[in-house]
């Protein structure tokens, strides 16, 4: 256990025990009246401040699309990148901080309308857009904005309207940028999703195609191959199985038969898969047993999509200590739009791989991990 | 240390035998869950309480009565949920809620290394703290923290790194 593992058990157990419990320990009447004293105030003022969001929104998607004609940057495909950063140190903070890809350099920062905090973040293909989720808690759901490059130096951000969005904590776009993909989880009968839905919308318009299968609980880490017709993504089968899958986009709307496992065995425990541009190849973050049984290794490798086999290991990092309850030492991955280049964070330092070379180059991050990349 | 350890009595139940037993063992647990999430033990009772209320109605309903427990739990969750965001609302508009417990305003003792914790835990994502509570308070394995939180198990584990990665980082430990 790591030092910071026992001092977190410590204090909560600490703070714990100075609760005792003793003025309602009775069970509750389910007939017993609610009381409002507390929750009646700020739930007025929740659903006046939606109403004004909602109006603000409203407006601001009325407005007129008179805006500059954006200019992208000089070798705009994969220049700059875009990290989202929860309670992150240094000028960015809470906000979507875009960077030079080769510098890691923030060079503008996008901060989170009022009402919203980011929760993802996806790029397309020309390095122009990006496209940021605006969280507003479960029940409001999401907006969608998009961030792009302005006049000289500066970004605009603009509301993308038509697009219902639940709470996501992660999108992909394709790489025209006109579709945009998400996970919803179906409604909970107990604690576990009753089905899952991979819902891919069409900007321009709000077409809406929904992949379901209910022999899933769980969809993370979608990916789009270069000619946006596949879609990798890690499934969580009832009972915690989980599986790297490539769907297409064409195939039905039954998530199981629509998408197909990439058969990987012994590879450790896996997390982020990201599609090859191609679609043959799958990137994702292993975490192996050492030889020589000491601490284990976080490993990036790439897996042949056909038979699931380990062809080379990209990138790695040893863990500091033999802890098990730390797997990965680094969690978020994404590839650029030419299908060249990987991008991960881990410890305060972004590494950009070059696939070819498996050439790793790094630079500062020293704001934090982010939770979500776009690049 | 203990999670919730409740095995509910077999079907059919009344439910009040059933919640009666489940609040009797597990009640003190879940407020003490409530209150690391939200800060206050008067909230944390109403949350807890909202929660078995809920419980008693849908307990007809549960397809397995063993998952009582769980089911408690993720209600808790969820309550916990609510009040931070509604908090979270109301504090945008200037209205100010009763310092966390841990806090060096309130009136009880702590100490400096658990209050830095307790801050630092605050500043992380809802899912990451939530994720680390369930974890390194109530010991929950992955599989019972993706069923209370709703998420895959593979989610908990790449949450749980990130946040202890944070956390470190927060609390200026080499790690």
């Keep these: 256990m790591t ?7 410590d204090a909560l157990n600490g703070v714990a025990e100075l609760v005792h419990g003793t003025e309602r320990a009775r069970v509750p009447a389910a007939r017993g009246r609610r009381r409002f004293s507390g929750w009646l105030v700020p739930a007025t003022m929740a659903a006046v401040l939606l ?48 960077r030079d890809s080769a510098t890691g350099e923030v060079v503008h920062v996008a901060p989170a309308p009022e009402g919203t905090e980011w929760s993802a973040a996806a790029a397309t293909a020309d390095g122009s857009s990006f496209y940021l989720v605006g969280s507003r808690g479960d029940a409001a759901g999401s ?19 038509g697009v219902d969005l639940p709470v996501v904590d992660g999108v992909a776009v394709s790489p025209d940028g006109t579709r945009l993909a998400y996970v919803k989880a179906g409604p909970r009968k107990t604690a576990v999703a009753d089905h899952i839905e991979i819902h891919v919308v069409t900007l321009a318009g709000g077409h809406r195609e929904v992949f379901q299968s209910s022999a899933l609980i769980g969809a993370e880490s979608l990916s789009w191959s270069a000619d946006g017709a596949r879609l990798g993504f890690a499934a969580t089968f009832r009972g915690g199985r989980t599986e790297l899958r490539i769907l297409d986009a064409a195939a039905g709307h039954d998530l199981l038969k629509a998408s197909r496992p990439v058969a990987e065995r012994g590879l450790g425990q896996l997390t982020t898969p990201v599609l090859g541009a191609d679609g043959s190849k799958v ?62 964070v881990s410890n305060g330092w ?8 498996a050439r790793a180059e790094r630079f500062p991050v020293p704001e934090g991990e982010p939770h979500s990349l776009a690049w | 240390m203990d999670g919730l350890e409740t095995e509910v009595a077999d079907p059919p139940g009344d439910p009040r035998d059933g919640v009666a037993a489940l609040f009797h063992d597990n009640r003190l647990k879940l407020l003490r869950l409530a209150v690391l999430m939200v800060g206050d033990e008067a909230t944390a009772e109403d949350v807890v309480q909202d929660a078995f209320i809920g419980l ?44 966390p417990v841990w806090s060096a305003e309130s009136e009880v003792l702590v100490g400096e290394e658990r209050r830095g914790v307790m801050e630092a835990l605050q500043k992380l994502p809802r899912r990451r703290r939530e994720v680390l509570v369930l974890r390194y308070y109530l010991d929950l394995g992955d599989a019972e923290i993706a069923e209370a939180m709703g998420i895959a198990e593979v989610t908990v584990r790449t949450t749980a790194a990130r946040a202890l990665t944070a956390l470190a980082r927060l609390l200026g430990n080499q790690e």
């Design chain 1, 283 to 344: 990137y994702v973050i292993a975490a192996q047993p050492a030889e020589d049984g000491g601490p284990s290794w976080t490993r990036l490798i790439e897996v042949d999509a056909a038979s699931g086999r380990q062809l080379r290991v990209l990138f790695e990092q040893r863990h500091g200590d033999s802890s098990t309850n730390t797997v990965w030492n680094f969690t978020v991955l994404v590839r650029d739009a030419s299908g060249r280049r990987l991008l991960l």
């Design chain 2, 56 to 99: 008693h109605r849908r307990w007809s309903g549960l397809d397995d009565e063993r998952k009582a427990p769980a089911y408690a739990r993720a209600s808790v969750l969820n309550g916990c949920r609510s009040v931070l965001r509604r908090r979270s609302i109301a504090r945008r508009l200037g209205i100010v809620h009763e310092p």
């Design chain 1, 143 to 161: 907006l969608l904005y998009r961030l792009r490059p302005s006049t000289g130096a500066s970004w605009r951000l603009d509301p993308v309207a």
């Design chain 1, 3 to 9: 030092r910071t593992e026992e001092q977190l058990r």
């Design chain 1, 350 to 357: 972004g590494h950009r791989i070059d696939i070819g070379t």
């Design chain 1, 51 to 98: 109403v004004v969001v909602a109006g603000v929104f409203t407006a601001a998607s009325l407005r007129s699309p008179a805006a500059p004609k954006p200019v992208s940057p000089a070798g705009a495909s994969g220049r700059y990148f875009v990290s989202l950063t929860a309670q992150g140190a240094g000028p960015a903070g809470n906000g979507a901080a875009v």
